[in-house]
Each structure stands twice: as C-alpha cells, then as structure tokens.
C-alpha cells in the first residue's frame, strides 16, 4: 500500500535550534507539497515542487525556512532558527501530475 | 484568488441520520473541488473531487457532493452517518489543470452521537 511517509512524526526542540524534517513521496510521483497546519491558520501551502524544482515557495518564510529535494525519493523542510510560532503540524503530499495528493501522517513540531 | 468558506465550525448529528456539510467557494472559472477527511492525529484522506462533468460525485465511505455553479457550492452529503464518521472534514478547491495551489477551507468538525 503505497503511502507518503514522514519522519520525524513528533518533534519537540529548543528555541534557536535546527529542525530538519523529511518526507518520501509515494513512488513515481511527480509533485511533492508541504503545507502547514494550525488552529489560528488551518492549513496553509508551504512549497511545492515538480520534477524536484522548487515551482513556488511563496508561502514560506523565507529568511528561516527552507525546502529541498536532493533526490525524488526525499524532500526536506528545514528551520533555523525555530521559534515558538513555528509549532504546528506540518504535512508533506504527493501527486502524479494533475491529480488529487496523498498526504502523509504529518509532523507535530512543537518549539519551546 | 481563489477561496473557499467553510460556514460551520462544528456540528453534531446522531448515528443513522443524515448529514450536508456546506462549502462555498470563490473562482472566476471552474475550480477543480475536493473535500477531505482528516482524522485525529493523521493526514487528509481524499473522500472525492469534481473535475468536469457529472456534477453529482460519488465517494469512498458512501459519501457524495455535488456542484451547483450557480451557488458556487460543493456540498458533501451522506446519506446515514455512522460513529465512525466523526472527524473533521475540509473542502478545497484548485484551479482547473491541476492539483496546484489548493486553497482549503477551515473545516468543519463532526461529532457524532449514539
């Protein structure tokens, strides 16, 4: 049963710390999302990617996150420096093109 | 841009009843809609999705929607809800050629009681 999976799924760090978290996409997919969710903002797009380039990042911070795909079975999202506004639970999905995503269990990041 | 409004936050329905969970959505053409299912503590499952044609969907876990243009709404219905149905529920919707940038409402949380 093919599914996204994302690691860590719960992450508590200090203030100022790096926080890496990855996501493998389902295989033979193409287009890879991480999105953002919280109480105040539900759930909001982070980044997407097709075909491991970067097509919009618009709704990143850009000064303290990153997104990469080093190869098309991972893609990483990075924080550096965390705050305490950055807890929420972020999600990684998959597509093939031009359809529906497959999300993956998500990452509950918490930042004291 | 597009948006999509999700008017009730939470609403509670007996098991076996009926149940329509309301979404409206703003986009100058057709959007493509989705609606998903989230767990607690899981990812977003995909119940169903409108592309073009049928405007009545039918879904996984006897779930349908159907789109009225002239409301701008996607409403999700289910005919006799079961306990384990209780969950929150998103609609979402993107613009026509893809699975890009999907806007989702803020969902709607359904108890539901014996």
């Known amino acids: 049963d093919a599914r996204v999976t994302q690691t860590p799924r719960h992450k508590v760090t200090e203030m100022g710390q790096e926080v890496t978290m990855r996501c493998q996409p389902i295989?033979?997919?193409?287009?890879v999302f991480w999105y953002r969710q919280t109480m105040m903002q539900g759930l909001e797009l982070l980044a997407y990617?097709?075909?491991?380039?970067?097509?919009?990042d618009s709704g990143m911070p850009k000064d303290r996150f990153s997104a990469e795909m080093p190869d098309a079975t991972l893609a990483t999202l990075k924080i550096q420096p965390s705050e305490p506004r950055d807890s929420a639970v972020y999600f990684c999905?998959?597509?093939?093109?031009?359809?529906?995503?497959?999300f993956g269990q998500g990452t509950r990041l918490t930042v004291v | 841009a597009q948006s999509v409004t999700q008017p009730d936050i939470h609403i509670t329905v007996s098991e076996g009843a009926s149940l329509e969970l309301r979404c409206n959505y703003s986009?100058?053409?057709?959007?493509?809609l989705f609606w998903y299912v989230q767990s607690p503590g899981q990812g977003l499952q995909l119940l169903l999705k409108?592309?073009?044609?049928?405007?009545l969907v039918q879904g996984i876990k006897g779930f349908e929607a159907e789109f009225k243009r002239s409301q701008s709404s996607f409403n999700l219905r289910k005919p006799s809800v079961h306990w384990s149905d209780a969950a929150e529920y998103f609609c979402?919707?993107?613009?026509?050629?893809?699975?890009?940038?999907?806007?989702f409402g803020t969902g709607t949380k359904l108890q539901v009681i014996p």
């Open positions: 409108y592309f073009s044609g049928d405007t």
């Open positions: 999905a998959s597509a093939p093109l031009n359809t529906e995503a497959f």
């Open positions: 979402a919707v993107a613009p026509g050629g893809g699975y890009q940038k999907v806007t």
């Open positions: 295989l033979g997919h193409n287009t």
């Open positions: 990617f097709r075909n491991r380039a970067p097509l919009d």
């Open positions: 986009y100058g053409a057709t959007p493509y």
